[in-house]
């Protein structure tokens, strides 16, 4: 098994081919071949989905952007998908890619992309339902883990200094790992109208990421969660004994780590924080409509208020060159960290995730902070620029950055500047990746990461709907 912080330095030549039963990919055709699996080997098909590819990628121009659509948009449904029916509810496990286990954060940001069409493909509704179901499923299990195996079959992590279960892969605390499976149900729920995944087991998860969140406000001590590793890297681990650095109790929650599965420096990370303050809300009215339990909905609501005025409060914070923007992480004694990692939540998704507009003026001058030099992990190359992360190291742009970028945009030529660079550096082999060397897209991070191909697959989808005309032109 490939552990999530290993990656692999790859040419185009093996691109693909992990973990897909695909061909070598070579230099110099003539055409674009698809690089999607045969149909006998994809994992789940929709027809809706198809239909979505083909009319798409009609409307593209060029040719290397709707061949990269064309395997991308379906890359998690094609690789990473297993569907089966559990006492005669729908279950679905989904895979990150190249790494056999389930995240919160990553199984519901892949089928996110798919939550329009579900209204016309029973069969992907019901996909989708699979996948909140087994969320429920792990939450109850243990709601500070963040990745989980499809039994109760062990990890490589079975050492971790904290409370490992069998069922569980990794257990790293990160807000956004109990906020990704709310936002999918939710909005599951609105694009539908279908409440059959909000049970009574549902309503307990529900209950359980509330009273952890809670927890995770510390006011009454550190709370039943640590995490230490035995490593040589620092951010897989953990300071202070494993319970992170100190925190003054404001009402912000800790979270020891981040999107990227990296420590946290200061544990109030703000932009999941935020991402908690939305998700309380959609809980909150799911708890009002659905399961009319007006005494729970207040409960989310007192948390999601409590959470948002600290935020305000500890949270918005004065750089010394370019003034006032929030904070990417903060301890609540007046220490913050000036920084953005480019997993999401980042400082970059917050009007992605849904707490603030674009147009928020610190949410802008954050934006300018995130894509500068003042910014330690901003990267500019031959290919363009972007966000890098602690969890590649130096040299190496996340283009995940660059499609949140766009997809954060009302600027047209901004957007189709990003899409010419994610046309341009997928190392030749049809796949967007982790990361890529910003001088030489053949040397990447991650030859088979769903999400970003995925993510990928919805920013187009987005750009034929709002500003189809992007989509005539040439990006070579």
């Not at 989708?128 to 709601?143: A, E, S, W």
């Not at 069998?166 to 605390?173: A, D, G, N, S, V």
Request: aromatic share 12%; hydrophobic share 40%; glycine share 6%.
């Amino acid at each position: 098994m490939v552990a999530r912080r290993d990656f692999i330095k790859n040419s185009a030549l093996v691109a693909g081919v992990v973990g897909l039963g695909l061909p070598k990919t070579v230099f110099g055709w003539a055409g674009y071949t698809s690089q999607r699996p045969p149909l006998a080997k994809r994992k789940f098909t929709s027809e809706a989905v198809e239909k979505t590819i083909v009319k798409v990628k009609s409307q593209i121009a060029d040719t290397k952007l709707g061949w990269l659509f064309e395997n991308c948009f379906p890359n998690t449904l094609d690789t990473t998908v297993s569907f089966k029916k559990e006492n005669g509810k729908p279950d679905t496990f989904v895979i990150t890619g190249d790494i056999n286990a389930m995240w919160l954060r990553d199984s519901s940001a892949q089928v996110w992309p798919y939550l329009p069409l579900v209204k016309e493909d029973a069969k992907l509704k019901e996909m989708v339902v699979g996948v909140i179901n087994r969320q429920t499923k792990c939450i109850l299990i243990d709601p500070y883990a963040n990745a989980f195996n499809e039994g109760p079959t062990g990890s490589e992590w079975d050492k971790d200094l904290t409370e490992m279960k069998p069922e569980l892969h990794e257990r790293k605390w990160e807000i956004d790992s109990l906020c990704y499976p709310v936002r999918l149900s939710y909005n599951y729920w609105k694009i539908s109208g279908d409440n059959t995944p909000f049970d009574d087991k549902y309503k307990q998860a529900a209950h359980l990421i509330v009273k952890t969140f809670k927890e995770q406000q510390r006011k009454e001590g550190h709370g039943p969660y640590k995490f230490q590793r035995i490593s040589a890297v620092q951010s897989d681990t953990v300071a202070n004994g494993g319970w992170g650095n100190p925190i003054s109790p404001v009402g912000l929650i800790v979270s020891i780590f981040r999107p990227s599965d990296d420590a946290t420096v200061f544990p109030f990370l703000i932009p999941s924080n935020m991402f908690a303050v939305v998700s309380l809300r959609q809980l909150a009215e799911i708890s009002e409509i659905i399961y009319k339990d007006a005494a729970f909905a207040h409960e989310c609501t007192v948390l999601a208020d409590e959470v948002d005025r600290a935020i305000k409060a500890y949270a918005i914070v004065e750089h010394p060159k370019l003034g006032m923007m929030y904070g990417f992480e903060v301890d609540g004694f007046g220490n913050r960290l000036f920084l953005d990692d480019t997993n999401v939540p980042s400082l970059l998704s917050i009007p992605y995730l849904g707490y603030t507009s674009v147009d928020d003026p610190l949410y802008q001058a954050s934006r300018h902070f995130v894509w500068s030099n003042f910014q330690p992990w901003f990267y500019r190359g031959k290919y363009g620029d972007g966000v890098g992360s602690p969890h590649t190291g130096n040299d190496y742009i996340w283009p995940m950055s660059v499609i949140i970028k766009a997809l954060t945009s009302h600027d047209k030529e901004e957007i189709a500047s990003c899409i010419k660079m994610l046309r341009n550096t997928d190392g030749d082999t049809g796949f967007i990746h982790e990361s890529y060397h910003k001088d030489d897209p053949t040397k990447f991070t991650r030859p088979w990461f769903a999400w970003v191909n995925t993510l990928f697959g919805e920013l187009i989808l987005k750009v034929s709907q709002e500003y189809p005309d992007l989509l005539k032109r040439q990006y070579a």
